[in-house]
């Protein structure tokens, strides 16, 4: 059997003391933990703010190239001519915002700090700091590509349908409804689980819930859509 020494209400096994040399005291054995906790949190810090810069400089990259393709096809006059280019540029447009609303979002909570108070917080608290524009111009380019897929689908396997029952307003619907759908599934959800403290002027993003049911049911939706497109 192993012996156990307490000490300030904390109980250290044998084969624990037996990492710290024999004539450390327990202050320096805590010194020692808290040294080691330290270069575990830099190292974290130091992953993210890596993720987080590959993912400023991937957005810059396709606000370029998607901002050029954009001009390519709005100012050909053959190319806005054909249904399926009228889709391919709604797709554009999206995927230009995403990647631009994801430069926003990381100059603008640098700084939101200075003017969340402006607009009472919780404007810059649902759009920045709980990422809303974000959500928003993701699920947009997400919806826009599964219409694109099926508009170019019925095109190509049923061609006499399609022409038969393709009619020009159906075009404004599918440029319409990504947009549609993106805000009312983003902006409900987050709006109402993110607060903003005046008192610490903090914004509280995605922790407030109706009840711990709602929380499991959006954290298992989230989940779900995580395993399907990974």
Request: aromatic share 10%; charged share 15%.
């Amino acid at each position: 059997m192993s012996s156990s020494v307490r000490s300030d209400d904390v109980i250290m096994t044998s084969s624990e003391m037996s990492e710290f040399p024999p004539s450390t005291t327990w202050q320096q054995q805590q010194q020692q933990l808290t040294s080691s906790s330290d270069n575990i949190t830099v190292a974290s810090v130091s992953y993210l703010s890596s993720i987080r810069l590959a993912v400023l400089i991937v957005s810059i990259l396709g606000v370029l190239f998607n901002g050029f393709v954009l001009c390519v096809l709005l100012y050909g006059k053959q190319t806005r001519r054909t249904t399926s280019n009228v889709f391919i540029i709604n797709q554009t447009v999206a995927d230009f915002m995403s990647c631009l609303s994801v430069i926003i979002n990381a100059i603008t909570t640098m700084f939101s700090r200075q003017y969340m108070k402006l607009s009472g917080g919780i404007v810059i608290c649902i759009l920045f700091e709980a990422s809303c524009l974000i959500s928003i111009c993701s699920t947009a380019s997400i919806f826009s590509l599964i219409l694109l897929t099926m508009e170019r689908y019925f095109k190509i396997v049923h061609p006499i349908k399609y022409r038969q029952k393709w009619r020009p307003w159906m075009n404004w619907v599918g440029v319409a409804l990504p947009w549609a759908d993106a805000v009312l599934i983003g902006v409900p959800l987050i709006a109402s689980t993110s607060r903003y403290d005046d008192a610490k002027d903090v914004c509280r993003a995605l922790v407030y819930y109706v009840s711990p049911a709602a929380q499991k049911v959006r954290i298992s939706i989230s989940l779900q859509l995580i395993n399907r497109w990974s």
